[in-house]
């Protein structure tokens, strides 16, 4: 195995478990399930630095880790939604990762700011509607007389509008004071 290839999985294993740390360390929005947490930093701070699969990887390895740890499943594909897809998706912030590194190369700020902002929304809307689709088909029942996706949909929006306000607030300001963290050593 080469050494850029190590490193590659090496950081993924240690990021991971920084976003384990990170989704720990949250404010709990309901008692149910949902939290306003930094877990998608390390996520998409893997997405920009080492692209796609990387991020990806990174998103899946925080989910299978949070199952371990204490996660709230009553059946299979809504412990798949929840957790697998959910974070997994946060990598799909790499979308914008060849944006953010010619702005960081450029020292331009207020681009990398926007790419940033922009990779991170998506990266939050696709993890919002992995939780808003588990939320209407697996727990109808909290939902009482209300439609089951609106009651999902408002629910989710509660915790994960913030998180990713917060996730795009603390991105821009750690990658566009210290741009040499997306990019990788060979």
Known sequence: MDKKRLLMLVEIAIFAAVGLVLDQVSFKVWAQGGSVSLVMIPIILMAFRWGLLSGLTTGLLIGVLQTMFGA????????????????TVVGLAAIVREPVLKAATALNKKKMALYIVMGTVLAGFLRYLAHTIAGAVFFAEYAGDQNAW???????????????????????LLFTAAPQLMQRKS
């Open 72 to 87: 709230y499943i009553v059946h299979w594909l809504q412990g798949l939604l929840d957790y697998g897809v959910a974070f």
């Open 150 to 172: 609106i009651y999902s949909i408002i629910y989710n929006g509660t915790y994960m509008l913030p998180a990713t306000i917060l996730t795009a607030i603390v991105g821009v």
